[in-house]
Nanobody
Framework: QVQLVESGGGLVQAGGSLRLSCAAS????????MGWFRHVPGKEREFVAS????????DYTDSVKGRFTISRDNAKNTVDLQMNSLKAEDTAVYYC???????????WGQGTQVTVSS
């Protein structure tokens, strides 16, 4: 079982940038699909981005395309989410997730709060 710990959340003004990082334990990291999700109270958890084990293929929800970039470092067991041109509607708790394939997420981090002030 992989364990995930997010960091990097905080308060930023609209138009600013934040970089989230997720550190994973376990020796299977390089075989896992990694993803980022976000949740706003009262709404369903939303997929944000994912990256395949090799890092070659990435996917994003439409609302963050061109603004967010997901990347991974298999040597360091980390996956990052670079968030640029942040908007108030990006405010949420962001969660790192891991799974054997996209759509099957088996492990979750504890979440990190991102607040974008307008």
């Amino acid at each position: 079982q992989v364990q995930l710990v997010e960091s990097g959340g905080g308060l930023v003004q609209a138009g600013g940038s934040l970089r989230l990082s997720c550190a994973a334990s376990g020796r299977t990291f390089s075989s896992l699909v990694m993803g980022w999700f976000r949740h706003v109270p009262g709404k369903e958890r939303e997929f944000v981005a994912s990256v395949t084990p090799s890092g070659r293929n990435r996917d994003y929800t439409d609302s963050v395309k061109g603004r967010f970039t997901i990347s991974r470092d298999n040597a360091k067991n980390t996956v990052d989410l670079q968030m640029n041109s942040l908007k108030a509607e990006d405010t949420a708790v962001y969660y790192c997730a891991a799974g054997l394939y996209v759509g099957r997420w088996d492990a979750w981090g504890q979440g990190t709060q991102v607040t974008v002030s307008s």
